[in-house]
Nanobody, 121 residues
Framework: QVQLVESGGGLVQAGGSLRLSCAAS????????MGWYRQAPGKQRELVAA???????NYADSVKGRFTISRDNAKNTVYLQMNSLKPEDTGVYYC???????????????WGQGTQVTVSS
């Protein structure tokens, strides 16, 4: 019913930048919080950044000052601008959206398929 499609991952040298995008489509009445998570090999998935429908943002301490999350509500799209990348930022980045498919339905979390980010030293 709802699909999240991520793009923008890749290989970059330390100190470089990447911009991730995630577009939600399908049966959508409204989207509350949208966010980015990442999972490094052998580690649990962790929150990187999140943004609410009113623009309030939340960042992991490890990315504060380097990453910026934003969204375009008209396009149901969330972005993650990543600057000053470090090798420890390497991982699969997943987009998550908390969606209501009807005005009376409950909020459900949907996930994208993930996009690989690799930062070389």
């Amino acid at each position: 019913q709802v699909q999240l499609v991520e793009s923008g991952g890749g290989l970059v040298q330390a100190g470089g930048s990447l911009r991730l995008s995630c577009a939600a489509s399908g049966r959508i009445f409204s989207i509350n919080t949208m966010g980015w998570y990442r999972q490094a090999p052998g580690k649990q998935r962790e929150l990187v950044a999140a943004i609410s429908s009113d623009g309030t943002t939340n960042y992991a301490d490890s990315v504060k000052g380097r990453f910026t999350i934003s969204r375009d509500n008209a396009k149901n799209t969330v972005y993650l601008q990543m600057n000053s990348l470090k090798p420890e930022d390497t991982g699969v980045y997943y987009c998550k959206a908390d969606v209501k498919i009807l005005y009376y339905s409950s909020i459900r979390a949907y996930w994208g398929q993930g996009t690989q980010v690799t930062v070389s030293s």
